[in-house]
């Protein structure tokens, strides 16, 4: 995949591999954009005809996203972002429900979960209990299950990890949970643009799931769009009061070109999302394994097969993932040190350091995220780039 030579400053094309920091925009999320800007701006609580064209774009982009989902557009909290549903979910569900001051998660969460459970424990006195993962960073399902307590009010476990790509036992642990009574929330974040999920029925990840988060620009939508799907009948404590836009749960009023622009995404990527995982699959395969057998010194981090399509993560022995981030983008290859949520973040990632990686090896992680297949080509020039600064850096 390569994007860029769009402006005067990337005039090196890159080959892009950090689709889990932001997917390359869509062409269908741009052109569903345009059209809401040249159709005029309008907002959609506005009773005239431009608001009402606002207001009927705004839900045919709900209905869109739900579909995808097989979710009903009235479950859909449109939101500004993951960050936002994360914290929409833990705290509005958390303070609205009155079984108990005590939460669950996992220290290998994104930082909008683990700071909003911390949130709660500050200042409304719950009680926090962080889940251990193994070295692959999965949760036992019976770790989970013990932790559990009468008091319980929420689990939030991510269902795929952004650093290392590993896919957890989600409906295992949701089902035990559910049959106590226990809301269960997932940060499926970096799920839901490369694995088949359904917010309704039977299938994967499972009926037990109330509330879940997806961000758009994941999908190749536009950055600052996301939305919680929450089951309706729960009772949810708004974080943003105002004008009670989204039922109440979300004022402010809506952001109507970046809900088309995700909508629009969110179909495109989600319509052959299995067969599309196949390929990833299949490409994310030949570029581990071609690692693994040419640059000394690395490891595979994460699950070996549980894990993301589209996702690569390693350890490399003695070299920095941060140099070696700096020289690939030299050579015109563009990949993630780890995770780029934490902005500015220094020191080891904590994910790792959770799963058991020695923090000076947690030093050199590197991540190769893609939204689409890659080609022969491409491995062949990411692995002879990568083995390449390797050998420079131990020089
Ligand atoms: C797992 C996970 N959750 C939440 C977020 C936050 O989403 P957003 O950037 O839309 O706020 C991210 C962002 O990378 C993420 O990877």
New binding site residues.
């Given amino acids: 995949m390569r994007t860029g030579g769009q402006t005067k400053e990337s005039a090196v094309a890159h080959e892009y591999l950090d689709a889990?920091?932001?997917a390359p925009l869509r062409a269908e999320a741009r052109a569903a954009m345009l059209a809401v800007f040249d159709a005029g701006a309008a907002n959609p609580s506005s009773v005239h005809a431009p608001g009402n064209r606002a207001k009927r774009s705004l839900e045919e982009s709900r209905f869109r996203i739900a579909a995808a989902f097989n979710a009903r557009p009235a479950d859909l909290v449109l939101t500004?972002?993951?960050?936002?549903?994360?914290n929409l979910a833990i705290i509005g569900l958390a303070l609205a429900t009155p079984r108990g001051r005590h939460l669950v998660t996992t220290p290998i969460?994104?930082p909008?979960?683990l700071e909003s459970c911390r949130y709660l424990e500050r200042v409304f006195g719950f009680e926090l209990t962080l889940l251990p993962v193994n070295f692959d960073g999965r949760v036992d399902p019976a770790d989970a299950a013990a932790a559990l307590r009468p008091d319980t009010t929420l689990i939030s476990v991510?269902l795929?990890?952004?650093e290392v790509g590993t896919v957890q036992p989600l409906p295992e642990i949701a089902a035990h949970a559910a049959s106590l009574g226990v809301l269960v929330h997932t940060?499926a974040?970096?799920a839901a643009s490369s694995l088949p999920l359904s917010f309704a029925g039977e299938s994967w990840p499972g009926p037990d799931i109330h509330a879940m988060?997806v961000?758009?620009?994941?999908f190749g939508g536009p950055?600052?769009?996301?939305a919680l799907f929450v089951r309706r009948h729960l009772p949810l404590e708004a974080i943003l009061h105002g004008g009670g836009q989204e039922g109440g749960a979300r004022s402010g009023t809506e952001n109507v070109a970046g809900a088309a622009g995700f909508a629009a995404a969110v179909s495109a990527t989600c319509t052959g999302v299995g067969t599309r995982a196949l390929e990833l699959i299949r490409s994310r395969d030949a570029l581990i394994d071609r690692v693994l057998a040419e640059v000394p010194g690395s490891r595979l981090t994460g699950h070996r097969s549980e894990r993301l399509p589209g996702h690569a993560s390693f350890v490399v022995a003695g070299v920095s993932g941060e140099s070696l981030l700096i020289a690939l983008d030299a050579t015109g290859i563009a990949v993630s040190s780890g995770?780029?949520?934490a902005a500015g973040m220094d020191g080891p990632s904590p994910a790792l350091l959770a799963m058991g990686v020695d923090p000076a090896l947690a030093q050199t992680a590197i991540r190769f995220t893609f939204a689409e297949a890659l080609s022969e080509e491409a491995v062949e020039r990411i692995v002879r780039a990568l083995r390449s600064e390797v050998q420079a850096a131990r020089r």
Wanted: charged fraction near 10%; include cysteine.
């Fill in positions: 889990a920091a932001t500004s972002g993951g960050t936002e549903a994360n969460e994104h909008s979960v991510g795929a990890n952004a940060d974040v970096q988060t961000a758009s620009h994941k950055q600052g769009m996301g995770s780029a949520c």
